[in-house]
């Protein structure tokens, strides 16, 4: 089979993968195994193989990644039990000065992003930003936007969250520099989110109690 083939192939597999789990919210493990097995067949391995190869290499890339990601997972709910992210948020405050609460919560929320997945850290700030925004006499979407952008995008490219540790797995890149940059990439994409986020909130929005 062409290379071109095989590429298109892949390009194919990709896109059922992301329909399955965006269109049809299904769980993008049994997705991620179906489109695995798809795409075998596809390039033309024989059936009878086909098991084999998938759980080799799923099994190989989760056997790495699988404690790189519980041990963040760990420090992450140590970090949110202790109160973490609001020793962080005053600690930046106090810091920035008051007329810079939000470049001061995005800066916590960036390096509170790297050991937490987004959507449990998100949660943990979202009391902080309401408190802030309440003191402010701001919208909490003021605050709310660029803190979920800059966690966004290092859960996305940063270890040890599942995503990247996964593609470096794969393709043997090294986790130390993968982190170096990701971070280099997240650092000045935060202060970007800052300003698009302020630009975006010129008005004021209105929210429901």
């Known amino acids: ?50 098991a084999g190869l998938v759980t080799e290499g799923m099994g190989g890339t989760l056997g790495s990644v699988a404690v790189l990601v519980g041990l963040g997972a760990m420090l992450g709910k140590v970090i949110e039990i202790s109160g973490g992210a609001q020793v962080l948020s005053t600690r930046f405050t106090a810091l920035f000065g008051p007329r810079r609460v939000i470049a001061a919560l995005t800066t916590a929320a960036f390096l509170l992003a790297i050991p937490v997945f987004f959507d449990v850290g998100f949660i943990v700030l979202v009391p902080i930003i309401y408190g802030f925004a309440k ?36 393709l043997g890149a090294d986790i130390g520099w993968a982190t170096i940059l990701g971070l280099a990439f997240c650092a000045p994409l935060g202060v970007l989110s800052y300003f698009v986020a302020k630009r975006i909130n010129r008005r004021e929005i209105p929210m429901l109690p």
């Open 1 to 50: 089979m062409s290379p071109l083939m095989l590429l298109l192939i892949a390009v194919a597999g990709v896109a059922l993968l992301l329909l399955g789990v965006i269109k049809f919210k299904m769980p993008a493990f049994i997705v991620l195994l179906l489109v695995s097995m798809l795409v075998a067949l596809a390039a033309g391995i024989p059936i009878q193989e086909v």
């Open 135 to 170: 003191a402010l006499g701001v919208s909490p979407v003021k605050i709310g936007l660029p803190v979920g952008a800059i966690m966004l995008a290092i859960h996305v490219v940063v270890p040890p969250h599942p995503g990247v540790v996964g593609g470096a797995e794969i």
